[in-house]
């Protein structure tokens, strides 16, 4: 299904939307993205090996980093976007192509100077992934009454990753560094960023992290083997609320400087020696506040303690789909035993491959616009996530 409205960058605003999960294996909720916009991708370079070395979190934190940066340079128009824990996905107008570049080469440097990590940034036309033989197409899940999560289906993205990755064609969709020492970061980039909740612990044991791929060439095959499987997650663990990890009882500011070393690093950069002095001493007493009104769920001002961890809640990514399922589940070892039967046996039968990582608690990088609506909470899990759970599935794809 293809929508055509009135402005062509307002395509992803005016999609409709759907609320249940399910959603994501009916084709007729997923609609084309126009030829003429583009795919964006940006990771950490050698992100697995830095999250075995231990720094899960600062490759979580540059992954957020460069969806913020984006939303913040460009503001007027609705950006779909997908969170993949050691990176980010976009697609976006060509109008707004520049805008974006411009943000992800701050993302890169901040990488660079101030975590000695590089991220890669690469641009794909849609047109050339449909001429590639594979479909861009996007839907639009509501998960509250103010925020919305992208979902993307038919192969493109991952058609991009690889024409990005790819050594024989890189040369043309990777964007270079920009070589300007004298360039001056727009002191507003990364504002909204926030890392301030202590790793959310299991209520049951353990934090699972799961992809899963189905592999059938129908893709009318593939959203069965979708739905049949959100079918056995709800058989196994319950509703959305008794698998989710995210419940407003657990969440606990941190006062850790360790945990808050990221956030520090990331609003101070480039800024003058003032603000680095004196951004510590505020986020440590803001950190101190919030623990005392999310506590006692206070109301301040126009901030409601209860009000809203309610909506973190609900505006988190713990489940999303993006060409893969993404999951992470609150579980316990029987019923993680349970899914990974499930899984196997499929794997046996051709109909999907899978990773899954495993571990006590969930980490949540947040992007806060205001307190009341406009913040959305991205959720991995600890130790690695995503990212080796996304190894193991490459691994199963490449018979390892």
Known sequence: MQIHPEAPENFYANLPVFSDFMGVADENNFHDVPDDWLVVVSDIKGSTKAIESGRYKDVNNLGASSIIAVLNCVQNIEIPFVFG????????????RNQVEKALNGTRRLAQSRFNMELRVGIVPVKTV?????????AKMRVSPWGTLAMFSGG??????????????????????????????DPRLFEGLECRWEPIYSK????????????????????????????????????????????????KVTLSSQQLAAEIKIRTFNKNVLIRIVY??????SCVLGRIIFKYGLRIGEMDG????????????????????????????????????????????????YGIQISDSALMTCMVFDRKERHLHFVDGASGGYALAAKQLKDQIAGK
């Open 156 to 185: 493109g993205l991952a058609y991009a990753d690889k024409l990005i990755k790819n050594p024989e064609t890189s040369a043309i969709y990777e964007i270079k560094p920009e070589s300007n020492p004298d360039h001056k970061e």
């Open 204 to 251: 049951k044991g353990e934090t699972v992290c799961l992809m899963v791929l189905a592999r059938d060439d129908s893709s009318l095959e593939n959203a069965e083997t979708y739905s049949k499987f959100i079918e056995e997650i709800r058989k196994i663990y319950g509703s959305q609320s008794d698998y989710s990890p995210i419940s407003p009882n657990q969440m």
């Open 306 to 353: 209860k009000e809203y961890l309610d909506t973190l809640t609900k505006n988190s990514d713990f489940q999303k789909f993006d060409d893969t399922l993404r999951m992470t589940i609150d579980s316990n070892p029987e019923q993680r035993k349970k899914l990974v039967e499930y899984l196997d046996g499929k794997m046996k039968e051709g109909a999907l491959f």
């Open 85 to 96: 824990g050691d990176g980010a996905s976009f697609v976006i107008p060509e109008s707004f």
């Open 280 to 285: 510590p001493i505020l986020l440590r007493l």
């Open 130 to 138: 449909v001429a590639g033989g594979c479909r861009m197409k996007i």
